[in-house]
């Protein structure tokens, strides 16, 4: 299971635009490197991050190989209602994980 760090306003104004920032500990193993026995490391990534408010898709992005360990992934919304944000990631061995954070719109 990988750590993740959510920074977002739990509170925003009715048509306010907030940034939403995810920070995913997760190595971005390449599958292009080897290891100390010389044998190549097996990839090890996060393919796709996705996130939707009130069950309606908001932002996806699919990763490759060339993204850093650790991805910070940013991206704004306008808050409209409120209501719950669900985050999610799924990797290569099957590996997939959720986050929810709840936004209120005043």
């Keep these: 299971m990988a750590r ?19 920070l995913i500990a997760h ?19 996060i393919r796709r991050f996705r996130c939707s408010f009130g069950g309606e898709p908001v932002f996806s992005a699919e990763l490759f190989p060339a993204v850093a360990a650790n991805p910070l992934i940013s991206f704004w919304l306008r808050a409209s209602e409120s209501g719950e944000l669900r985050f999610s990631w799924e990797g ?6 959720a986050e929810t954070r709840v936004l209120t719109v005043t």
């Design 27 to 45: 190595p971005m193993e390449t599958g292009y490197r080897t290891g100390d026995d010389g044998r190549r490391l097996t990839r090890n990534i």
């Design 4 to 22: 993740v760090l959510i920074t977002m306003p739990a509170e925003a104004k009715r048509g306010e635009i907030i940034e939403i920032r995810c």
């Design 92 to 97: 290569d061995e099957g590996f997939s994980q």
